[in-house]
C-alpha cells in the first residue's frame, strides 16, 4: 500500500470520492445488481441493444443463406468490413487486459475501479471479433480446418499462415480473458450470494462464487492465481495484436508489407481500448452515480494513455510514409501517394484528423478534466482507429502490383448490416453485464477506502486486509 | 429396367429437355408401364429409321452406335434430371450391352466438323466424352484453323447447349408438331406448284454448303417462279462491287502475309473475326521476334475504329471516314495509281507518303487490305494499288469467291421486300438468319415481313423475325446435324454432328428437303448422295470416310485467278454532313446479333473496350472532350433521321469526329442473356449498303448508363510490365533499376529435379484475340457471373487479357498481355493459406485443392497477379440439365466459398503423364498443349517442360527478351513472357517525334 497516493497532487483528484465505508463502497455498488428495481433507461437500453441484435442476427442469417457475395468484397479487395471489424474490436478489446493485468502487475490501484468493466469489455469485444473471422470465410461450416485436430483426412492445418496463427492468438486470449474475468468476480459473486434477497438469486450467485468463503486460504490462492493469470495475459496484450498485424505484414502487398506492423498495432490497439473505456465509462457513472468510484482521476489518467499511445500510432504512420519512400520501390511509393491521394484519400485523412491532430487536445488539462470533451474525443478515436484498418486493409489491396487489376470496394447494406449487430451484441451483452454483475470490483474498492482517511488503513496484503465479503454482509 | 412410383412421377417439376412432344406428353401424363413401352419402341423406331447404314468401317460404326447410345442416353438423362437424383428414371434404360469400337468410358473422342461463317467453314476437331460434344479445338488440316479458332467456334459448344434454345415447333408462338407443320407446310407447297412458285420465297444467310446450294437450285427448278434469296448483314457486297468496278469479275483476294514484309490496312480488321484465324497464324510467323530476327512484317493501319488489328501495327492512324479516304488517295496517287486528291491535314500527308515511300520499297513484297466494311470505290482503288505495286501473284492471291452463289445481297434483299411490299409474297421461308433484326432499317422489312401470307422461320433461337413468323421451325446446331460448308480457299469440310439433335430440330437441308417432296429425307443422306454424285472415282466410300475423318474433302480448292486490271482509275466518294463522322462495326461478341445470346462471349471482355455485357457509342477523348462528354453518359445519336439514345464510352485511340456503333445488340427477342442488351445500331443501316457515313449528332441527356468493364485502369503506371525492346536490341531487357538485386534468398534453392512444367507466353505475338480466354472457359467450365458481378468485380475468367494504353491518349499505343496464373516457384499464396489448400507440386504446378479450401481469400489478396478468382455466391450453375452436359468431365465443378484459379489445364497434364508412364517413359517436353496454347491463332502460347532443354518453352526461355512479370518480387513465376518486339519505320518515328 506505500504506492498508495489517493490525493496525490499531480492527479489533483482521488481515486475514490471522500466519505467511504467499507460498508458503503459494498452497498452502492452491489445494490445496482441486487435492486429490485430496474431503471427504466435500463430496458430502454437494453432494447436498442436486442434491435442490434436482431439486425445481427439477420445479417447472419442472409450471409449464409446467399454467401459472400452479399458484402461489396471482390477482386482485389478480398477482405472488407469483416477483417476491419475484426481488428477494430480486437483492438478495442486490450484496454481491457491492459487495465486488469499490466497495470495490477505495476501495482496502479487507480485502475481498481475500472479494471472490472473494461475486462468485461474485452470479453465482449472478443466475442463480436470473434463472429467475423467465422464468417467471413467462404465456407464457415468448415472453418474448423482450421484448427488442429486429428481427422480421418490426415490433415493439419497450414502452420505458416498467419491467419492460423491467430486461431491460437485469438482463442487463447478470449480464454485467458474469460478466465481473469471470472476469477476476479468470485469474491464479489460471493458477496451477492450473501447479499441476494431472493431464493433463485442466492442460488445462482452461490453456484458461480464455487463456495467461496472469504478465508485466509481463499484468499492465498485468489491472490496466487489471480496474480498468474495477470502474468498470463500480460503477454498476450502485445502478443495477440502482434499476431493480428501479421497478417498483413507477412504478405507481400504494398501497404501491408512493414516491419512497423506488430508495434503499430499493439499501441493502436491499446489507443482505441482505452477510447472505448472511456466511451461506456463517461455515462455509466453518470447513471449509476459512481463518480466517487471512477472519479477525475480515472478520466485523466486515461486520457493521459490515450495521448500517449496516439502519438506511437502516429509515428506508425509516420514510418509507413518514411519507409515507402526510403524503400525506393515504386509499388511502396505508389501506395503512400494513393493512400494520401488516391480514391480513398479522404479515409486517410479523416483518419490523421481522427488519430493525430483530435487527441492533442488532450495535452491541455482542462480538456482532460472536460467530461464533454473526453467523451467527444473518445468517440473521435474509436471512429478513428476505425477508420485506420479500413485505411490498412482497403487502400493496400485495391491497387498493388498490376493496374489492370485495380478496383473500388464499396460496402453493402449487409457490410454494414453485420457491424452495426455486432455494436448490438456488444452492448446487449454489456447491459446484461450492469445488470447481474458488479461492474466494479467491490472487495478491491473496499482496499482503497484507508485513503479516504474514514478508516484507519491496515497493515498487509491489500486484499486480505479487508475482512471477507461475507463477514461484511453479515454485519448489522 | 425398374418402375418406381407413378406419383412421385407427378410430382417432380419436368423441367429437362426432351426430345418430342410425344414423349413430353407421355411423360407428363402417361401411366407408366405402358410409357416405358413405348419410349424404348420409339427410340428403336427412331433408330432403325433415322441411322445412315453405312457399308463399312470403323468411324462409321461408332457414329451409329454412338448415337444410338445418345438416343437412349438423351431420354434418361432428362427423366434423371426431372426427377430427384435418387430415383431411378421411370423410363427403361439400356445397359452399354456392347460397347461402341473406339469408345473407352472416360477417354474422349474426337470428331472433325466444321462451323459454317458466311466468310467460309472454320475447319474443328470437337472433344466428345461419352457422346457429349464438350470442348471445341480447331482442325490442323483445315486450311482457315490451321488448329486453332477464334473466340466464337470455342463459345459454339455453350449455344448448343443453351436451354434457351427453341425445343418445339410453333404456330404463331402457339405449341404445335413437326407433323402439324409439314401438313400445312405441303399444302401450302402445293398450292405453289401450280404456279410455279411465284408466291413462293426463300431466304438464307449466305450459302457456303454446296449440298445446300445444289438443293436450292434443284428445288428453283421445281418452282421456275420462285425467288431465293440470300442476305448477310456482315456481306461482300462492298467488297464484290469493289472487284466488280476494278476487275471485271467477282473475285476474292486473299493476302498472303507468310511472303509480305509490309502490309497496308485500310481498316481492315483482318485479324478478327471468322477469317481472322489463318490470318493470325501467318501474321504472328510473320513477326515471330527472336534472337537472331534481323527484319519483321511490318503492318500499316488506318482505322476509324479501335480494333485488335490497329493495336497489332507498328504504326496505326486513327482517322475518320474521310480521312482514310484522303489518306488511301494519297497513297495511291504515290505508288502510281491515277486517283483524284482528296484535302488531307499535312500531318497525314507525311504519314501517308512515308507508307507509300515503305510500299515502294517492298515492292513485290507488301500489300494491301481494305476492309469488308469500306466503300467499294475504296475496294477498287486497293485493288489497283496492289497490281502497281505488284502484289498480285505474289502476296496477293485472287480466287472465286466462297459463297455458293455470289450475289448482290443488297439488291436481292431489297428485290424481296418490293415483293412483300407488292402483296406478291404468299409463302415465305426463312432459312435460318434474323433478317427481321439485320436487314437496313430502312428497307422496312420489319413491317413487310407480315405482308406475306405465310411464314415459316427455321432458327435454332427464339428471334425477331420467329416472333413475325407463323411457324417457326427449331434448327439444329452445326453440331447436331450433317452438312458441308467451303472454306475461304474453296476447301470442302463435311459437317458431322456430334450428338444427336437435342430438342429434334431440323436442319436447313431437311427444310429444302421437304420443300422438295422429300419430307422424310435425312440431312446426311442428302450430303452424302451431293459428293457421291461429285464424286469421280469408284471408291466413293473410303473417300467419304477420309473426309469424315480428316474433317476435308480433298482436291476441292480453289485455283488462283488471273485477273487483269479492268478500270484503273477511281475517284473516292467521301460522305459529307453536319457532325460526327460515324462507322459501324461488328462486334467482338455478338458479332452480327447472332452470339447476343451467349453468355461466354457477353461477358468476353471487348478486346479493346473491355466492356462486357454491353455496346456502347464509341468516341474519341478529344472528341469527347469537346462534347463533354464521360464514358456512361447518355447521348441522343441522330443519323439521317434515325434517332436511339445510347451510352457513349470514351475510347482511346479512336478517330477524333467520329464514332463507332457496334453491330449486334439492342436485340428484342434474345432470350434472358440477350434481349434489352445494348442498344440496337442496325437502326442506322441503309439501303445503299454503307458502313460508314457523316451527320451524326450527338446530344447529352442528362443520364449515365453503368457499363461493366473488366479492367478500369489503363495505365501501367511507369512499372515496367509490358516491355517492348527495338528489334535487333531484344537483350536490352532489363529489369526496373531499382529493384534489380537478382534472385535473393536466404533459403537454398529448391531443386525441380524431373519434369517442371512452365509457360512463355510471346506477347510480340499475341493479338489479343480473347480465344483463350473463352477456350479456358470451356475447357475449365468456368462460370459466367453475369453484369452486376462484373461491375462488382468478381469476374471469373482465369485467363484474362490485360490492356494497357501508353502515350498520347488521342493515339496510345495499345499493350496487350494475357495474365494466366504465374504458378510462382515462391508462390505468395501458398504460405498464408492456414488450410493447405493451395500447394506446390514436385513438377512446379500451384495446385488449388477445392475440396480443402474454406475460402478465406487471404491467397488472392497475398497474390500480386491477382489471377484468383472466388466464388463469391453459387456461380456454377449446377441445376439446368442441358449445361451439365457441356461440362468437361475431367474438371471439378466449384461451389460457393472456393477459391479458383487457373491449373495449367492439370486435367490435361495428368492425361499425358497416365499415357506416358503406360509406356513406360517421362512426358515429353512439348507433349501436353493447354487449352490457351491450342486454340491461339498466333501461337503465342508454349507450354512444355523447362527442364528439357530439348523443348520449345526451354528453348525460349533462353530468348534475350525473355522476363518474368513482376520478377523483382523473387516469386519466380514459372509464366513468364517474350517482349514485344518493335522495327518501326524511321522515317515516321522521325516525323511524328514519338518513340515507339
Known sequence: MSSAKPTGAASGAPVIGPGHSLASVTDQISKIVLSRQTPTGWFIGLGVAMLGVGVLITAIGWLLWWGLGVWGINQPVGWGFAIINFVWWIGIGHAGTLISAILLLLKQEWRTSINRFAEAMTLFAVMCAGVFPLLHVGRPWLAYWLLPYPNTMGMWPQFRSPLLWDVFAVSTYATVSALFWYVGLIPDLATLRDRAKSLVWKRIYGALALGWRGAARHWERYETAYGLLAGLATPLVVSVHTVVSFDFAVSVIPGWHATIMPPYFVAGAIFSGFAMVLTLAIPIRRIFGLEDFITMKHLDNMAKVILATGMIVCYGYAMEAFFAWYSGSPYERYMIVNRMLGPYGWSYWALITCNLLVPQLLWSSAVRRNIAALFAIAIVVNVGMWLERFVIVVTSLHRDYLPSSWGMYYPTVWDWALYIGTIGLFFFLLFLFIRFLPMISIFEMRTLVPATGEEPPKKGLHIAASAGPSGEARRP | ?996
Open chain 2, 1 to 996: 429396367m425398374s418402375h418406381t412410383t407413378p406419383t412421385a412421377a407427378n410430382d417432380a417439376p419436368r423441367t429437362g429437355p426432351w426430345r418430342s412432344l410425344e414423349e413430353r406428353a407421355a411423360r407428363v401424363g402417361g401411366s407408366e408401364p405402358e410409357h416405358s413401352h413405348e419410349h424404348s419402341h420409339e427410340h428403336d423406331q427412331d433408330h432403325d429409321h433415322a441411322a445412315p447404314r453405312p457399308s463399312n468401317a470403323l468411324l462409321s460404326s461408332v457414329e451409329v452406335a454412338r448415337r444410338d447410345f445418345l438416343r437412349v442416353m438423351g431420354g434418361s438423362l432428362a427423366a434423371a434430371g426431372a426427377a430427384a437424383c435418387t430415383r431411378q428414371p421411370d423410363e427403361r434404360i439400356h445397359a452399354y450391352g456392347a460397347s461402341p469400337e473406339a469408345l473407352i468410358p472416360g477417354k474422349p473422342l474426337y470428331f472433325a466438323t466444321a462451323m459454317p461463317w458466311a466468310s467460309g467453314a472454320l475447319g474443328l476437331l470437337v472433344e466428345s466424352h461419352m457422346g457429349r460434344p464438350t470442348k471445341v479445338e480447331g482442325n490442323p488440316d483445315h486450311p482457315a484453323s490451321l488448329g486453332a479458332t477464334d473466340a466464337f467456334a470455342q463459345a459454339s459448344v455453350l449455344e448448343l447447349y443453351d436451354p434457351t434454345r427453341a425445343q418445339l415447333v410453333r404456330r404463331n408462338g402457339a405449341i404445335s408438331t413437326w407433323s402439324a407443320f409439314l401438313d400445312e407446310f405441303s399444302a401450302l407447297l402445293e398450292a405453289q406448284r401450280a404456279s410455279g412458285g411465284v408466291g413462293l420465297r426463300i431466304l438464307t444467310p449466305t450459302v457456303v454448303s454446296p449440298t445446300l446450294h445444289a438443293q436450292l437450285v434443284a428445288l428453283l427448278k421445281t418452282f421456275p417462279s420462285a425467288v431465293w434469296t440470300q442476305w448477310s448483314a456482315h456481306n461482300r457486297d462492298r467488297a464484290r462491287a469493289g472487284a466488280l468496278a476494278a476487275l471485271g469479275v467477282d473475285v476474292a483476294a486473299h493476302p498472303d502475309l507468310s511472303r509480305a514484309k509490309v502490309v497496308l490496312s485500310l481498316d481492315d480488321d483482318f485479324l478478327a473475326g471468322p477469317g481472322g484465324v489463318r490470318n493470325a497464324r501467318a501474321f504472328a510467323a510473320a513477326r515471330r521476334a527472336r534472337r537472331d530476327t534481323q527484319s519483321m512484317l511490318r503492318l500499316y493501319c488506318v482505322e476509324s475504329s479501335v480494333s485488335i488489328t490497329g493495336a497489332a501495327a507498328d504504326h496505326r492512324l486513327p482517322a475518320r471516314p474521310s480521312v482514310l479516304a484522303a489518306v488511301a488517295a494519297r497513297i495511291a496517287t504515290k505508288v502510281g495509281v491515277a486517283t483524284a486528291a482528296l484535302p488531307l491535314a499535312p500531318e497525314h500527308e507525311r504519314w501517308a507518303d512515308a507508307v507509300a515511300a515503305d510500299l515502294l520499297a517492298h515492292r513485290g513484297e507488301c500489300v494491301v487490305l481494305v476492309g469488308l466494311e469500306q466503300a467499294p470505290g475504296l475496294h477498287a482503288l486497293a485493288h489497283a494499288v496492289n497490281h502497281a505495286l505488284g502484289a498480285v501473284g505474289q502476296t496477293l492471291r485472287y480466287t472465286e469467291p466462297v459463297e455458293c452463289a455470289s450475289v448482290d445481297q443488297g439488291a436481292e434483299l431489297r428485290a424481296l421486300v418490293g415483293d412483300l411490299q407488292a402483296g406478291r409474297v404468299e409463302l415465305l421461308v426463312v432459312l435460318e438468319g434474323n433478317p427481321v433484326y439485320d436487314a437496313p432499317a430502312d428497307l422496312g422489312l420489319r413491317d413487310a415481313f407480315a405482308k406475306a401470307r405465310v411464314r415459316v422461320a427455321l432458327s435454332l433461337f427464339d428471334n425477331e423475325t420467329t416472333q413475325l413468323s407463323n411457324w417457326h421451325v427449331p434448327a439444329t446446331h452445326f453440331l447436331e446435324s450433317w452438312s458441308d460448308a467451303r472454306a475461304f480457299d474453296g476447301t470442302i469440310s463435311i459437317v458431322q454432328p456430334l450428338i444427336a439433335p437435342l430438342y429434334g430440330g431440323k436442319s436447313s437441308h431437311e427444310l429444302v428437303a421437304v420443300m422438295a417432296g422429300a419430307a422424310t429425307a435425312k440431312a446426311y443422306d442428302l450430303v452424302r448422295a451431293h459428293w457421291q454424285s461429285q464424286h469421280e472415282d469408284d471408291d466413293f466410300e473410303s473417300a467419304w470416310k477420309r473426309a469424315l475423318h480428316d474433317g476435308l474433302l480433298a482436291g476441292k480448292r480453289f485455283s488462283a485467278r488471273s485477273v487483269a486490271l479492268a478500270n484503273a482509275a477511281t475517284k473516292l466518294a467521301v460522305a459529307t454532313g453536319d457532325g460526327l463522322e460515324w462507322v459501324l462495326r461488328t462486334d467482338d461478341s455478338a458479332y452480327d446479333g447472332r452470339f447476343a445470346a451467349n453468355a461466354w462471349l457477353q461477358e468476353c471482355p471487348r478486346p479493346l473496350t473491355k466492356l462486357t455485357w454491353d455496346n456502347a457509342v464509341l468516341i474519341g477523348v478529344a472528341s469527347a472532350e469537346r462534347a463533354g462528354l464521360a464514358s456512361g453518359d447518355v447521348v441522343a445519336l441522330t443519323i439521317d433521321g434515325a434517332r436511339l439514345e445510347a451510352p457513349v464510352w470514351v475510347t482511346p485511340g479512336h478517330a477524333e469526329e467520329c464514332i463507332t456503333l457496334p453491330l449486334g445488340y439492342g436485340r428484342t427477342s434474345a432470350g434472358p442473356i440477350g434481349t434489352g442488351v445494348g442498344f440496337d445500331a442496325y437502326v442506322f443501316t441503309r439501303r445503299s449498303g454503307a458502313w460508314s457515313g457523316a451527320g451524326a449528332k450527338l446530344e447529352r441527356l442528362e443520364r449515365k448508363h453503368e457499363f461493366a468493364p473488366a479492367q478500369e485502369h489503363h495505365d501501367m503506371e511507369r512499372r515496367d510490365l509490358v516491355r517492348t525492346l527495338p528489334l535487333g536490341a531484344l537483350d536490352s531487357a532489363k529489369v526496373h533499376p531499382a529493384l534489380a538485386h537478382g534472385e535473393t534468398s536466404l533459403y537454398p534453392p529448391h531443386a525441380y529435379n524431373g519434369v517442371a512444367f512452365g509457360m512463355v507466353i510471346d506477347l510480340n505475338s499475341c493479338i489479343g484475340c480473347n480465344a483463350c480466354v473463352i477456350a479456358c472457359q470451356s475447357e475449365n467450365s468456368i462460370p459466367v457471373v453475369g453484369k452486376e458481378e462484373v461491375i462488382n468485380g468478381r469476374e471469373m475468367h482465369w485467363l484474362r487479357i490485360d490492356r494497357y494504353y501508353e502515350g498520347d491518349p488521342s493515339d496510345p499505343r495499345v499493350l496487350l498481355q494475357p495474365v494466366p496464373c504465374m504458378h510462382c516457384e515462391a508462390a505468395p499464396c501458398e504460405v498464408v493459406c492456414p488450410v493447405g489448400a493451395t500447394t506446390h507440386s514436385p513438377e512446379g504446378l500451384n495446385e488449388m485443392t477445392y475440396n480443402r479450401c474454406v475460402g478465406t481469400r487471404y491467397c488472392s489478396n497475398n497474390c500480386p497477379y491477382k489471377v484468383r478468382r472466388f466464388n463469391f455466391l453459387a456461380y456454377a450453375d449446377l441445376e439446368t440439365e442441358s449445361l451439365k452436359l457441356q461440362r468437361n468431365p475431367d474438371v471439378t465443378v466449384r461451389t460457393r466459398g472456393v477459391m479458383e484459379k487457373c491449373t495449367y489445364c492439370v486435367q490435361r497434364i495428368q492425361e499425358k503423364r497416365i499415357g506416358a508412364r503406360r509406356e513406360g517413359r517421362e512426358v515429353g517436353g512439348d507433349e501436353i498443349v493447354t487449352a490457351c496454347q491450342q486454340v491461339c491463332p498466333a501461337q503465342a502460347i508454349t507450354f512444355g517442360d523447362i527442364n528439357n532443354p530439348q523443348s520449345a518453352v526451354a528453348k525460349l526461355r533462353t530468348e534475350p527478351h525473355h522476363y518474368g512479370l513482376l520478377e523483382e518480387l523473387n516469386t519466380k513465376p514459372r509464366t513468364t513472357y517474350l517482349a514485344k518486339a518493335s522495327a518501326p519505320n524511321p522515317q515516321l518515328v522521325a516525323g511524328t517525334g514519338e518513340a515507339r
